[in-house]
């Protein structure tokens, strides 16, 4: 079977999502498969050259600023038409918060099998086949999703972003989608969580984060000062936004953020079950902590014990003297 891929483009900032990029990578390596690219909004045709410049030469387009206000229930309708005009047997979506809002409303609009979280997916004769973490990463999970139609949901930095391989893309505009009630929800404002300054926690490659170790909200630009050293997001424990150090915008884990970065750093945190569920799948762990027996270190790929106090600052000026920032 060599389905169609329809991957649903995630905008930011008038941009195809680095999210949305790493899916079509996913597409283009499944072998054989035709990749159409689809848009909804007002810019749709606007970023339609994007997906050209990777490979994608054929786009799919919704416009209407109903799309817009980044409302999956809406998009998931006109996602699905896409589905349906093009005759895709799989629709990838980046695992966004977005992304993983939008596939479930999609796979119960175009009556299909969905799957979120995916690190690895296998396109074969009888379904696909999706890989992914569960229990915070302490079991990984493979389904069979039958039924000749799927979404998957990717887990973010599990793939790689695609080379170029630029083509022309052509734009097809399909008819406007019968919202009903869903196309009168407006956003009407956009208020930015307190989140650093830095890259944004969910994306980024590089993730440092502290947690109660460092005894107090005046000992956290230990954190921030490493993270901008590294060109990193800052994270935290739950301990540190319950106390108010720090807001519930910077929380890594099952209540906070899910991250998969690079390189994350565990600074102070011990480890708890919550805390690995959000990083778990990190792709090198280095955690610093002064108790040996500290369950960070049973996910740790690099552990230091020691006191972070004399560690991190050390670490800072180092980073600093490598990269020249000193
Ligand atoms: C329903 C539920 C949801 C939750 N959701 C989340 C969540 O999303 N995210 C989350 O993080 N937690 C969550 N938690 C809380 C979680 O169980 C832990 O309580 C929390 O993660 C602990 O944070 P911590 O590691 O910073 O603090 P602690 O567990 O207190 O660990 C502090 C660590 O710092 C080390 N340390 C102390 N001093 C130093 C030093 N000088 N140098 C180096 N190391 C030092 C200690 O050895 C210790 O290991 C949740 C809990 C529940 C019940």
Same mark, same amino acid.
Request: charged share 5%.
């Given at each position: 079977m060599t389905p169609t891929v329809l991957v649903v483009g995630e905008l930011q900032a008038g941009h195809l999502a680095g999210a949305t990029r790493e899916a079509i990578g996913v597409a283009r390596g499944i072998p054989g498969a035709t990749v159409v690219g689809f848009v909804a909004g007002s810019d749709a045709r606007a970023v339609a050259p994007e997906f050209g410049k990777l490979g994608v030469a054929r786009v799919l387009a919704t416009a209407g600023p109903s799309f817009d206000s980044g409302y999956p229930a809406a998009a998931a309708r006109a996602a699905s038409a896409a589905a349906t005009a093009c005759g895709a047997g799989l629709v990838l979506v980046g695992g966004t918060t977005f992304g993983r809002d939008l596939a479930g409303r999609l796979a119960i609009a175009w009556n299909a099998a969905a799957a979120t979280g995916v690190t690895e997916l296998v396109v074969g004769e009888g379904g696909f086949r999706v890989t992914r973490p569960i229990f915070g990463g302490r079991a990984t999970e493979v389904r069979r999703l039958e039924g000749g139609r799927a979404v998957v949901a990717l887990r973010p930095h599990a793939y790689p972003a695609p080379t170029e391989s630029p083509v022309a893309a052509a734009v097809e505009n399909l008819p406007p989608v019968e919202?009903? $009630?869903?196309? *009168?929800?407006?956003?009407?404002s956009v208020e930015s969580a307190a989140?650093? *300054?830095? $890259? *944004?926690l969910t994306d980024a490659a590089i993730v440092v984060s502290g947690g109660r170790g460092l005894r107090g909200p005046e000992n956290f630009h230990l954190i921030e000062e490493l993270a901008t050293a590294l060109g990193a997001a800052v994270g935290a424990s739950r301990a540190v936004t319950d106390a108010g150090w720090r807001s519930t915008s910077f929380q890594v884990g099952q209540t906070g953020k899910t991250v998969s970065p690079q390189l994350y750093f565990a600074i102070g945190i011990s480890g708890a079950i919550q805390h690995l569920v959000g990083m778990v799948s990190s792709r090198v762990i280095v955690a610093i902590n002064s108790d040996a027996s500290a369950p960070i270190f049973k996910v740790a790929d690099y552990g230091i014990v020691g006191d972070l106090f004399q560690i991190v600052p050390a670490l800072t000026a180092e980073v600093r003297r490598v990269r020249g920032l000193a």
């Open positions: 919202l009903g $009630p869903l196309g *009168s929800v407006q956003r009407t989140a650093g *300054s830095g $890259p *944004s």
